[in-house]
Each structure stands twice: as structure tokens, then as C-alpha cells.
């Protein structure tokens, strides 16, 4: 495949049904040697998808050896027999993680789990609702990162789509169709987590990773520390599925405003705790502006309901007297 012509409204290429693993491993040089390449994936309650994702995983050609951490958080659906039954195809390939009880709902994300568990020099990324289409995906990524180590994540583009019709031809806005300095990566560079592939040396979970919801823009903020990043056009596009069920889909426009605040200012926190005051300046500014974008057509009692997670976390300590009020305000019990 190497082209793929987009258009909205156009049926959704699926990845084909994959190649026994014998095949998978008769291509690579070295059998015995640690995987060049972990690929996180994490799923929850995706049973009529999760399939589309291992696919996608299980077509990639390569000369190096490389593993599946599938992470599933308690799923209430078929996701674990779908799961349990491609581990027992392919063994050596794909590590399961299944939990018996929710840890999202405790706190704890899912690459918590698979970070700690993956062997790989690079972690590639992959929602279980989502999928890649480039069967060369992982060797082009893998090979450039060994070559140009003052690059420290290289990613491509993905198309939207809804149950089997393209709804968007592009996830990427433009400006971000381009390579982004160390610098600028550590400012904030719009990068699709489901493309990228990003060098594994570094901590994954600084303690703020654990106070903000999608921690991705934390993630490739800290990778710009190491490098730059390597856009590639040449990369099919993956597949970047919206859903009723997904995470985003069930959180309102509000909501997800608030989780974009509460995500700046804990950047902006760990910048400060690490020194760096000029990037906890600008994530704080970031903030900020989220607050003001959040607060538009609120009330001041509004506002702060709005923002009381946040504040509840500032004020605990300085304020108790504060906090107490913003926690009865946000029960009602004030009203």
C-alpha cells in the first residue's frame, strides 16, 4: 500500500487479517534479542474494535523483533476472550495485562502498567479503538530514531472516521504537517499519540503525570528535553476512530475545557519543580486562558464550581477555611 486517497464520506480501509506468528518472526534477524519496539495498548470495553487495532499490529513487516503490551482495564464486554484468544496465537508477540478490577477509576492509567512491563528502545502507541494501516510503520519510525538520535518521538498523520465512512480527511491541523525542535515540542506541539513512536529512556511518570487526565500533551512537552520531532507524510495515515463510548465522546465541551486547564497548570507545576521557569511561565499562561475560556457567559459561583477540582488542589493547603467553602458550594449545600 502506498498510497490512500481520503475522502469524507469514502468507506474506512481496515487493517487485513494478519500473518500466523511464525511468519511474523521469520523475518527477523535476530529471534532471541530484546524487542526494538514496545507498542502500548490500552483497552477498555472495545470488543468491536480491539480486533482492527491487534490487526493493525500484527501486519508490520519488519527485520527486528518487537511486542504488544495490551493493557485491558476491567472490561465489562467481550475484550478479554478477544484479547486472551490472539495471546494464545501469538505468545511470543502479545503480552496481556488484564485486570480484574478498574485501576482508572483508583487513579492509576494504563501505561503505568505497560511502561513497566515493555522491553522496547521505542514505545509506539495505540488505543484499542484505533489502528494503523502502514505495514512499514515500525521499521521507518524504528530506523529513523537509531539514525538521528537528536529526534526523540517521530510521528505521522490519521483520518477521522465514524462506523465504516471517513469524516475527516485530516486530524492534523497544518502548521503541525512539519518537524518541531526540541523547543518547541517542549511548548506544546500537536502530535497524534495513536502515530507516534518515541524513545523509551526517559520517566514516564513524574508525579504530576498523576493528577492530569490524558497525559499526553505532558508526555511529548518532556520528550522535547531529549530532541526534536520528525513529521512523515510518507507514513500512511492511521485510523483515529470516534465512538459514542470513547473517552472523549463521553465528556461535554465544558468538561473538557476544565481537563485542559487542570492539564496546563500541572505542567506548568512540574516545570516549576524542576527548575524550568520560563516553560512553568508559559504553561501557567496556557491556564490561564483555558480558565478565561471556561468562565465565558459564567457566573463567579459558576466559575468556581467549574474550576473546583483545581482549586480544591491550591487551596487544601494554603486555605482550609476556602476549601471547605468550595467543597460545600460544590455539593450544594451553600445554595
Known amino acids: 500500500m502506498d498510497t490512500l486517497e481520503l475522502k469524507i464520506g469514502s468507506p474506512v480501509l481496515r487493517p487485513p487479517k494478519p500473518p500466523s506468528e511464525s511468519e511474523i518472526i521469520g ?28 490487526n493493525s499490529f500484527l501486519m508490520q513487516k519488519t527485520d527486528f523483533p518487537w511486542e504488544v503490551i495490551v493493557h485491558d482495564d476491567a472490561s465489562t464486554d467481550n475484550s478479554v476472550a478477544i484479547i486472551r484468544e490472539y495471546a494464545e496465537r501469538y505468545p511470543t508477540i502479545i503480552k496481556p495485562v488484564l485486570q480484574e478490577e478498574n485501576q482508572f477509576s483508583k487513579g492509576l492509567k494504563p501505561t503505568f502498567f505497560t511502561s513497566k512491563m515493555a522491553q522496547g528502545e521505542f514505545f509506539a502507541f495505540c488505543e484499542g479503538d484505533d489502528y494503523w494501516l502502514d505495514e512499514k510503520k515500525l521499521q ?4 529513523f530514531l537509531r539514525a538521528n538520535p537528536e529526534y526523540a ?5 490519521a483520518f477521522i472516521f465514524e462506523g ?4 475527516k480527511a485530516s486530524k492534523l491541523p497544518e502548521y503541525a504537517k512539519r518537524d518541531a525542535t526540541g523547543a518547541k515540542l517542549s511548548r506544546g506541539w500537536f502530535i497524534l499519540t495513536l502515530t507516534a513512536m518515541f524513545r523509551s529512556d526517559f520517566d514516564v511518570f513524574p508525579e504530576e503525570h498523576s493528577k492530569i487526565l490524558n497525559g499526553d500533551a505532558f508526555l511529548f512537552s518532556r520528550l522535547g528535553k531529549i530532541g526534536g520531532y520528525k513529521y512523515m507524510p510518507e507514513l500512511l495515515p492511521g ?3 470516534t465512538h459514542a463510548d470513547g473517552i472523549w465522546s463521553l465528556v ?13 497548570f500541572w505542567i506548568s507545576q512540574y516545570y516549576r519543580r524542576v527548575g524550568s521557569h ?20 459564567m457566573s463567579l459561583l459558576e466559575f468556581l464550581a467549574f474550576n473546583y477540582s483545581l482549586l480544591r488542589q491550591l487551596l487544601r493547603k494554603k486555605a482550609g477555611w476556602l476549601y471547605e467553602y468550595l467543597r460545600k458550594l ?6
Open 278 to 297: 520560563k516553560l512553568s511561565i508559559h504553561y501557567a499562561q496556557r491556564s490561564a486562558l483555558y480558565a478565561l475560556e471556561g468562565a465565558e457567559g
Open 140 to 143: 521507518v519510525q524504528a530506523d
Open 239 to 241: 485510523g483515529y476512530r
Open 330 to 335: 460544590k455539593h450544594g449545600k451553600l445554595l
Open 27 to 54: 523475518g527477523w534477524k535476530s529471534f532471541n534479542s530484546k524487542p526494538v519496539v514496545s507498542i502500548l495498548c490500552h483497552c477498555f470495553n472495545h470488543e468491536n474494535f480491539i480486533e482492527d487495532a491487534l
Open 153 to 157: 518521538v517521530c510521528g505521522h498523520d
Open 252 to 264: 461535554g465541551e465544558q468538561k473538557r475545557t476544565a481537563h485542559s486547564l487542570n492539564s496546563m
Open 164 to 167: 465504516d465512512e471517513i469524516i
